[in-house]
């Protein structure tokens, strides 16, 4: 199991960027593929992008060529550049552990604070 605890949300305008940090505690990190999932109001939590360990990466469409993940295996960082952010992106962003079995797969149990992205002119 590992212990995310995420940063770097905020206010920004639509067509702006953001990066989002996340400091991970737990053994397993380093072999451990890492994703950024979101929750928007009334909505279910969707991976949005995955880091394996090796640091070969995947998106969702909605995210594809916007968006990128990258991890620190030395620092225990995983983070998530978002760049031209659209209206529909506003939500809780989380990091953890990817779903067991891949996308689709089950989600981990334990899960951080988060940390809320708004877009809004």
């Known amino acids: 199991q590992v212990y995310p605890v995420e940063s770097g949300g905020g206010l920004v305008q639509p067509g702006g960027s953001l990066r989002l940090s996340c400091v991970v505690s737990g053994s397993i990190f380093n072999i451990s593929d890492m994703g950024w999932y979101r929750q928007a109001p009334g909505k279910q939590l969707e991976l949005i992008a995955l880091?394996?360990?090796?640091?070969?990466?995947n998106y969702t469409d909605a995210v594809r060529g916007r968006f990128a993940i990258s991890r620190d295996n030395v620092t225990n960082m995983v983070y998530l550049q978002m760049n031209s952010l659209k209206p529909e992106d506003p939500a809780e962003y989380y990091c953890n552990t990817g779903p067991l079995g891949g996308w689709g797969g089950r989600v981990p149990d334990y899960w951080g604070p988060g940390t809320q992205v708004t877009v809004s002119s």
């Open positions: 880091v394996t360990s090796g640091r070969n990466s």
